[in-house]
């Protein structure tokens, strides 16, 4: 016997932690694995008791039994790593670029940190975009849409590796021809519009929604509606983190999501109570690009 097995009670359906202690008890030194039910979020209560996990319904895509999602795989892998008994190990080029985010030191009429010193250095900025689109295939989407205003510029940089256009979500009052508009409440909870030309694409167009960060959700939400009002489809969402927030968290169970923060991980926890490690010694010279 190789290893002993056991799993939920029926597909997809997780099993009791006290069944997997009593199974761990019972096999002394036997290799024991865990199948069915096993999912990103509940990973963690099992890696300390079993040598392997045997998982697929909880990394499908939403809707899909025959496909993985490629960020709950990566959430997954994330998660075992990270949790596992003996020492974790991590992938040491995952998110490298990270800890160039620069940390907010004007105020709470800014965002919490600054993204945008990914973008000046060459290889953090190409790193990122690389790893944004990963979990897409580019014959699955059909436009990119960006968000006013620093969802442009991963948009573009998107839209130009995919070999597909891009559409400009903007804040209201800035297209000069028709437009669809909706309102929202930003991360600052102040309610303002956001509003996308009119008609922009055919119904059935697969739009991939881009923007450099999802907190509250509020503004993705509004990008969401304006796609959908035009009977465009929502192909993914792809942003430098989504916050587990009451808002933000919805979208990773709704949507195909690519991140660069890892749900999961450590700089998804550091993200969620808005404030990174690495901001107490943040040297602004470390995203300065080399100069041959």
Not at 17 to 22: P, Q, R, Y
Not at 232 to 253: K, Q, R, S
């Amino acid at each position: 016997m190789d290893a002993v097995t056991t799993s939920g009670v029926a597909t997809g359906r997780s099993a009791e932690v006290c069944k997997i202690e009593a199974f761990r008890e019972g096999c002394g030194g036997q290799a024991l694995a865990v199948a069915s039910g096993v999912t990103p979020d509940n990973a963690a209560a099992y890696a300390g008791l079993v040598d392997a996990i045997l998982v697929a319904t909880g990394i499908n895509r939403v809707g899909d039994f025959y496909n993985l999602e490629p960020m709950r795989l990566r959430r997954l892998l994330t998660v075992c790593r990270e949790s596992g008994a003996g020492e974790p190990e991590p992938n040491p080029d995952a998110g490298w670029y990270l800890p160039l985010m620069a940390p907010n030191i004007k105020g709470e009429r800014f965002a919490w940190l600054d993204p945008s010193t990914i973008y000046i250095n060459a290889g953090s900025f190409h790193a990122l975009v690389d790893d944004l689109i990963a979990p897409f295939d580019p014959s699955e989407i059909d436009v990119v849409a960006g968000f006013d205003a620093m969802g442009f510029v991963l948009g573009s940089a998107i839209a130009t590796r995919m070999g597909k256009g891009l559409l400009s979500i903007r804040k209201a009052g800035k297209v000069p021809v028709e437009t669809d508009v909706v309102d929202f409440v930003n991360y600052s909870a102040r309610t303002q519009q956001m509003e996308m030309r009119k008609p922009a694409f055919a119904p059935g167009t697969r739009v991939l929604l881009v923007d450099q960060w999802v907190e509250t959700g509020g503004t993705m939400d509004a990008g969401i509606r304006l796609v959908e009002r035009q009977g465009g489809i929502v192909a993914g969402i792809a942003t430098v983190c989504i916050e587990e927030t009451a808002g933000g968290a919805v979208y990773h169970d709704r949507y195909r999501c690519s991140t660069a923060v890892i749900p999961g991980s450590a700089h998804q926890e550091q993200c969620n109570r808005k404030t990174m490690d690495h901001f107490s010694d943040f040297d602004p010279t470390c995203y300065f690009p080399e100069i041959p």
